[in-house]
């Protein structure tokens, strides 16, 4: 197994999008297979050698970010072992965890199947994915990393294997379930009796009432054990696919256009004008103006922007195309401002400035040197405008500068404030804080994606209590006796003690 101690060849494992610095390690270890990194696992469990999971690097909570302890590395890890299509259309992958999630899309694509997904970061690692139940644009229609995955293979701190189906291991009436490791043994643990907010949701570990077992290795932040392989759902793929930006003068006007498009999409609607939305995405003004560096056709007026898209036939095409043009200029906007992509390369085109906005946010916080203060909040779908009126008020009195974007299909929001020094992030950090107020008393979460790590231990305690983190801590210990994998993601290793 190749292993790298030299400073030089570990520095970028000692980084991620979140930009917290000063973490630091002895060794770097990159395992081929499950028997090297199971080898590995049980000599740092009788070593109490701290072990941080490394996948891709695009995390933004510090989940990647070690501060002692060795380095397990997945990168190697990363063949697609098989992708099958079924006679109904649809099909299923075996992937290992460092597989990086641009070459799975890739992959399915050429046996014509679909990965709903679709996390927006594209380089990120399938097992970094299920780590946080990643979603990206389409998770409106299609849902979260969470609902695709049909089985695991994960390494415990022991060495053990936990090789888990979904549907095959449920939790009782009091909570407790038995994990069956490769051994013949199995594992008894009682999951946490804290209620989850009926939002998206990737804060702490997963619990709810007669809950499959392996929901709960989805969304655990590396720190019960390791994703080394994941069988995954795909579907048909889409017969067409529409995508649109249109620009509004008014933000509001934008937000207008949002609601009624959900409204129109559900399916209980009743409506037969063929609106029917697999994405909703919403940028402000200031996410317009900071994309306009890049993009200098952005209309210059604009103040609110959606991007969107559906899936169409050739049939359906030019009259959904319509449709969606009288819904853009009932709320206000002009077709003149308006992208629509049909091909491929258009289509391209629009999302690379969908990616363009967070790739210029983290440009921004490396350059100043300071800690990304971005949130994950979602809220509940009528309690989303109380959520943007908290963000934009607060805001506009710190006078702290900030883009609001994402996924408002699922009342998702990602507000990135962008402080100029060290000052100005100490207040943004206290804002955060009263976001995170406001969320949870509107029946929020404090991370819908991108998980807990280091950043946001404070946030997960206003939301499930101190017993909830003790809950989740008995849990770790209960999963990984010696404690040593994923230290301080989640929660504190003060609890572990």
Same mark, same amino acid.
């Given at each position: 197994?190749?292993?790298?101690?030299?400073?030089?060849?570990?520095?970028?494992?000692?980084?991620?999008?979140s930009n917290i610095r000063g973490g630091f390690?002895?060794?770097?270890?990159?395992?081929?297979?499950?028997?090297?990194?199971?080898?590995?696992?049980?000599?740092?469990?009788?070593?109490?050698?701290?072990?941080?999971?490394?996948?891709?690097? *695009?995390?933004?909570?510090?989940?990647r970010v070690p501060f002692g302890g060795d380095?397990?590395?997945?990168?190697?890890?990363?063949?697609? $072992?098989?992708?099958?299509?079924?006679?109904? !259309?649809?099909?299923?992958?075996?992937?290992?965890?460092?597989?990086?999630?641009?070459?799975?899309?890739?992959?399915?694509?050429?046996?014509?199947?679909?990965?709903?997904?679709?996390?927006?970061?594209?380089?990120?690692?399938?097992?970094?994915?299920?780590?946080?139940?990643?979603? #990206?644009?389409?998770?409106?229609?299609?849902?979260?990393?969470?609902?695709?995955?049909?089985?695991?293979?994960?390494?415990?701190?022991?060495?053990?294997?936990?090789?888990?189906?979904?549907? /095959?291991?449920?939790?009782?009436?009091?909570?407790?379930?038995?994990?069956?490791?490769?051994?013949?043994?199995?594992?008894?643990?009682?999951?946490?009796?804290?209620?989850?907010?009926?939002?998206?949701?990737?804060?702490?570990?997963?619990?709810?009432?007669?809950?499959?077992?392996?929901?709960?290795? =989805?969304?655990?932040?590396? *720190?019960?054990?390791?994703?080394?392989?994941?069988?995954?759902?795909?579907?048909?793929? $889409?017969?067409?696919?529409?995508?649109?930006?249109?620009?509004?003068?008014?933000?509001?006007?934008?937000?207008?256009? =949002?609601?009624?498009?959900?409204?129109?999409?559900?399916?209980?609607?009743?409506?037969?004008?063929?609106?029917?939305?697999?994405?909703?995405?919403?940028?402000?003004?200031?996410?317009?103006? +900071?994309?306009?560096?890049?993009?200098?056709?952005?209309?210059?007026?604009?103040?609110?922007?959606?991007?969107?898209?559906?899936?169409?036939?050739?049939?359906?095409?030019?009259?959904?195309?319509?449709?969606?043009?009288?819904?853009?200029?009932?709320?206000?906007?002009?077709?003149?401002?308006?992208?629509?992509?049909? *091909?491929?390369?258009?289509?391209?085109?629009?999302?690379?400035?969908?990616?363009?906005?967070?790739?210029?946010?983290?440009?921004?916080?490396?350059? /100043?040197?300071?800690?990304?203060?971005?949130?994950?909040?979602?809220?509940?779908?009528?309690?989303?405008?109380?959520? =943007?009126?908290?963000?934009?008020?607060?805001?506009?009195?710190?006078?702290?500068?900030?883009?609001?974007?994402?996924?408002? #299909?699922?009342?998702?929001?990602?507000?990135?404030? +962008?402080?100029?020094?060290?000052?100005?992030?100490?207040?943004?950090?206290?804002?955060?804080?009263?976001?995170?107020?406001?969320?949870?008393?509107?029946? !929020? *979460?404090?991370?819908?994606?991108?998980? =807990?790590?280091?950043?946001?231990?404070?946030?997960?305690?206003?939301?499930?209590?101190?017993?909830?983190?003790?809950?989740?801590?008995?849990?770790?210990?209960?999963?990984?006796?010696?404690?040593?994998?994923?230290?301080?993601?989640?929660?504190?290793?003060?609890?572990?003690?």
């Amino acid at each position: 197994m190749l292993s790298k101690k030299d400073l030089d060849l570990t520095q970028s494992y000692l980084e991620d999008y979140s930009n917290i610095r000063g973490g630091f390690c002895d060794a770097v270890h990159l395992p081929q297979n499950d028997i090297e990194a199971s080898q590995l696992l049980k000599e740092s469990s009788q070593k109490k050698i701290p072990i941080t999971i490394s996948g891709a690097g *695009t995390g933004v909570a510090g989940g990647r970010v070690p501060f002692g302890g060795d380095i397990l590395s997945l990168e190697k890890m990363n063949r697609i $072992l098989e992708i099958k299509k079924f006679p109904s !259309g649809e099909g299923e992958a075996l992937l290992e965890g460092g597989v990086l999630l641009q070459d799975f899309l890739d992959a399915a694509e050429a046996k014509e199947l679909f990965y709903p997904p679709n996390p927006t970061e594209k380089s990120s690692c399938i097992g970094g994915n299920i780590s946080t139940s990643a979603s #990206g644009a389409r998770s409106f229609r299609f849902g979260t990393t969470r609902d695709y995955v049909l089985g695991l293979k994960v390494l415990l701190s022991s060495g053990e294997v936990v090789d888990i189906e979904r549907g /095959k291991i449920f939790s009782d009436k009091d909570g407790y379930m038995d994990l069956p490791l490769g051994s013949g043994d199995s594992l008894r643990i009682k999951v946490p009796g804290y209620k989850m907010p009926k939002v998206k949701n990737a804060a702490g570990y997963y619990s709810k009432a007669r809950m499959d077992a392996i929901d709960l290795f =989805i969304g655990q932040e590396g *720190t019960l054990g390791i994703v080394t392989r994941a069988r995954l759902k795909l579907l048909k793929p $889409l017969k067409g696919l529409l995508d649109c930006y249109a620009f509004f003068s008014r933000q509001q006007d934008a937000l207008n256009f =949002i609601y009624k498009a959900k409204n129109r999409s559900r399916k209980s609607s009743g409506r037969g004008d063929g609106l029917d939305a697999i994405s909703l995405e919403f940028f402000d003004g200031n996410s317009l103006r +900071l994309l306009r560096q890049r993009n200098k056709n952005i209309p210059g007026e604009a103040e609110g922007a959606v991007y969107f898209g559906q899936e169409v036939d050739k049939d359906s095409e030019s009259t959904i195309i319509d449709a969606w043009a009288d819904l853009i200029q009932e709320c206000g906007g002009s077709l003149d401002d308006t992208w629509f992509a049909q *091909t491929k390369k258009e289509q391209d085109e629009l999302a690379r400035v969908r990616h363009d906005l967070p790739d210029m946010v983290n440009e921004y916080i490396k350059q /100043k040197k300071i800690t990304k203060v971005g949130t994950d909040l979602a809220v509940p779908d009528e309690k989303i405008d109380d959520m =943007i009126g908290c963000y934009t008020k607060l805001l506009g009195e710190a006078g702290l500068p900030y883009v609001m974007f994402g996924h408002i #299909g699922d009342s998702h929001l990602h507000v990135n404030i +962008l402080p100029t020094d060290e000052a100005g992030c100490k207040r943004a950090k206290d804002i955060y804080k009263l976001f995170v107020e406001r969320a949870l008393s509107l029946g !929020g *979460t404090v991370s819908a994606e991108h998980g =807990i790590g280091k950043t946001k231990h404070a946030y997960l305690e206003m939301m499930y209590g101190k017993n909830g983190l003790k809950e989740m801590a008995g849990l770790k210990k209960r999963i990984d006796p010696p404690c040593i994998l994923g230290l301080d993601n989640i929660f504190s290793k003060e609890l572990l003690r």
